[in-house]
């Protein structure tokens, strides 16, 4: 028998230079789906150690890997193909930038020969594919030759890792990706994703300004969490003794339960006159967007200190002693400040813990005026099913509304949601993206009936890979909150009522266990899913509503 190696099986090609790459950088899992330009990048990948997660669509594959980046701290690599499969990924993309998660999006593009504007008639040729990317990723890539692919993947995964975190794109031609080369194989290619320490004369600015303030707030955002800066938070907080509220993205930044958490209220008018009420505000890896100021009716009337990593965000919605950097470095570097500074200033009649509680008191007293304890004791019941160090993901759906504000995550990096850009659909893609990064936790996954239907391919996904996610599907009959927002504003809703599948017997035709429940069987239903190996399905038919907003006067 001859021993020679069979040179169809021995031969490289550019595939093979981008999977080997992704591995020297580090990466251990890629997410996708495959497609004809792209077959180069997925052949190489059966001669690599590299894991790969397939599923059923690109978008949702976006969002798998958004949810691991944000799980690892780090690089999610997302391979698609050219044309549709690549315009596919766009809404996950979004909400990835939004979220400053680090996915590394590579997709294929037409031959080489057809790049350039022309209208050739190759299969899903685009004029100018990378155009579609440039205004939602940090930064867009080519590699037009099988040279370039090494440092062109390097220099995307810096890019993603450099802060603040990001997503980018990368597209290789079809062509180029299946000739053979004769480069080495990538063993070791050097990255050096940019730090961003504060600036001393600025930290030394804002030291001043809290230790002289006598009603110091900090505000933390996702920031704090991405740039995993909750020992630091927590310190200056309690140096200070300056109360903290979370924005939805920060959630898990700062204990729930501390004495000074005014935790996430922050569509609460009464929080919001606790801000506006600080005479020097911090506010940490936030931009004070939207959902963060209530609506843009945050009006601060004392100092604002902004630390914030991506300078588009920079005091680009309020005037503030503005500090570009990560939050890490500088909660670090101003903790040291301010405890090298003497107090110049002691709390009021108050003591924080106790304005913090007044709050607090003063939320549930406005809950409690509205007849929302279908709600409350629904929450309770996820809460209470939810074991402490399982993470929970949140389609945008009305319980996810409630949790932004009322849930208690209770560890960081453990409450995900796609409240950065608001496309349906991310719960259940975003929890197996979880799974795959830490299967030895249970995740659940939350959608309403009208998000579930974006994912329910995925259950194909969830089998295939045993992956331990229990989705909850909350089953009002259409958008709720669309429901809710056209009845408030024009009498009545159009266009927001929905035919739906029997979302248990379609689980179980995928081979899922799922369960009907009913308010009252909740918790005791999805603590037993939780505990169940592999995937499950708890469907709970409840019209729930949202609390009132205090953002419009009424």
């Known amino acids: 028998m001859s021993t020679t190696p069979d040179p169809a099986q021995t031969r490289r090609s550019g595939g093979d230079l981008v999977v080997e790459t992704l591995a020297a950088l580090g990466a251990r899992t890629v997410f996708g789906l495959p497609g004809q330009h792209a077959l180069g990048i997925f052949d190489a990948?059966?001669?690599?150690?590299?894991?790969?997660?397939?599923?059923?669509?690109?978008?949702?594959?976006?969002?798998?890997a958004d949810a691991y980046a944000r799980t690892t701290h780090g690089v999610a690599p997302l391979l698609?193909?050219?044309?549709?499969?690549?315009?596919?990924?766009?809404?996950?993309?979004?909400?990835?930038?939004?979220?400053?998660?680090?996915?590394?999006?590579?997709?294929?593009?037409?031959?080489?020969?057809?790049?350039?504007?022309?209208?050739?008639?190759y299969l899903h040729e685009l004029t100018?594919?990378?155009?579609?990317?440039?205004?939602?990723?940090?930064?867009?890539?080519?590699?037009?030759?099988?040279?370039?692919?090494?440092?062109?993947?390097?220099?995307?995964?810096?890019?993603?890792?450099?802060?603040?975190?990001?997503?980018?794109?990368?597209?290789?031609?079809?062509?180029?990706?299946?000739?053979?080369?004769?480069?080495?194989?990538?063993?070791?290619?050097?990255?050096?994703?940019?730090?961003?320490?504060?600036?001393?004369?600025l930290i030394a600015a804002a030291a001043e300004a809290l230790t002289g303030a006598e009603r110091p707030v900090i505000l933390a955002g996702g920031g704090v969490v991405r740039a995993g800066a909750e020992a630091e938070l927590l310190a200056l907080a309690e140096h200070l003794r300056a109360p903290v509220a979370t924005t939805f993205g920060g959630k898990g930044a700062f204990p729930w339960e501390h004495p000074l958490s005014l935790r996430s209220w922050l569509e609460d008018r009464h929080t919001t006159d606790f801000l506006e009420d600080a005479d020097t505000l911090l506010v940490v890896g936030s931009g004070l967007g939207e959902l963060s100021s209530n609506y843009h009716t945050f009006r601060p009337r004392g100092r604002v200190v902004q630390i914030e990593a991506d300078l588009g965000k920079l005091e680009s919605n309020?005037?503030?002693?503005?500090?570009?950097?990560?939050?890490?470095?500088?909660?670090?570097?101003?903790?040291?400040?301010?405890?090298?500074?003497?107090?110049?200033?002691?709390?009021?009649?108050?003591?924080?813990?106790?304005?913090?509680?007044?709050?607090?008191?003063?939320?549930?007293d406005r809950l409690d005026g509205q007849d929302l304890g279908l709600e409350q004791r629904i929450l309770a019941s996820v809460r209470e099913a939810l074991?402490?160090?399982?993470?929970?993901?949140?389609?945008?759906?009305?319980?996810?509304?409630?949790?932004?504000?009322?849930?208690?995550?209770?560890?960081?990096?453990?409450?995900?949601?796609?409240?950065?850009?608001?496309?349906?659909?991310?719960?259940?893609?975003?929890?197996?993206?979880?799974?795959?990064?830490?299967?030895?936790?249970?995740?659940?996954?939350v959608s309403?009936?009208?998000?579930?239907?974006?994912?329910?391919?995925?259950?194909?996904?969830?089998?295939?890979?045993?992956l331990p996610v229990t989705w909850l599907i909350v089953d009002d009959g259409g958008y709720g909150i669309l429901r809710?927002?056209?009845?408030?504003?024009?009498?009545?809703?159009?266009?927001?009522?929905?035919?739906?599948?029997?979302?248990?017997?379609?689980?179980?035709?995928?081979?899922?266990?799922?369960v009907s429940t009913s308010p009252e069987r909740l918790g005791t239903d999805l603590a037993a899913a939780l505990a169940s190996p592999g995937p499950s399905v708890v469907v709970l038919p409840a019209r729930l509503r949202m609390f009132a907003p205090t953002h419009t006067g009424s």
């Not at 930038?97 to 020969?113: M, T, Y």
């Not at 939050?327 to 106790?354: C, H, I, K, N, Y």
């Not at 309403?448 to 045993?466: I, K, P, V």
Request: proline share 9%; glycine share 10%.
């Open 128 to 201: 100018d594919q990378s155009a579609a990317f440039r205004g939602v990723v940090k930064s867009v890539h080519t590699a037009r030759t099988a040279s370039q692919i090494p440092s062109a993947v390097a220099a995307a995964w810096e890019s993603a890792l450099s802060a603040p975190h990001g997503p980018v794109w990368l597209e290789i031609p079809q062509d180029v990706l299946l000739a053979p080369v004769e480069v080495p194989p990538v063993t070791g290619p050097e990255v050096r994703p940019r730090q961003l320490p504060p600036r001393p004369e």
């Open 484 to 514: 809710e927002y056209m009845t408030d504003a024009f009498g009545e809703a159009t266009a927001t009522e929905l035919a739906r599948p029997d979302f248990v017997a379609l689980a179980q035709s995928f081979g899922v266990p799922a």
């Open 80 to 121: 698609v193909s050219t044309g549709p499969g690549a315009l596919m990924t766009l809404a996950a993309l979004q909400e990835a930038a939004a979220a400053s998660a680090a996915v590394l999006a590579i997709g294929s593009q037409v031959p080489l020969a057809g790049i350039g504007g022309g209208r050739h008639g």
């Open 387 to 445: 074991p402490d160090d399982a993470v929970s993901c949140w389609d945008m759906t009305i319980l996810a509304y409630w949790a932004w504000s009322a849930f208690d995550p209770r560890r960081t990096n453990a409450l995900h949601s796609a409240q950065g850009a608001g496309g349906l659909g991310y719960g259940f893609p975003a929890a197996l993206g979880v799974a795959v990064a830490d299967p030895a936790r249970p995740v659940l996954a």
């Open 45 to 64: 990948l059966r001669r690599s150690p590299l894991r790969y997660v397939g599923l059923r669509v690109e978008n949702n594959a976006g969002f798998a």
């Open 318 to 364: 309020h005037a503030a002693l503005g500090i570009h950097a990560d939050a890490r470095l500088a909660l670090g570097a101003l903790e040291a400040a301010v405890t090298a500074l003497p107090p110049r200033s002691t709390p009021g009649d108050a003591a924080p813990e106790t304005a913090v509680a007044g709050l607090l008191a003063r939320v549930r």
């Open 448 to 466: 309403g009936d009208g998000g579930a239907m974006y994912s329910l391919a995925e259950l194909a996904t969830a089998r295939q890979y045993d």
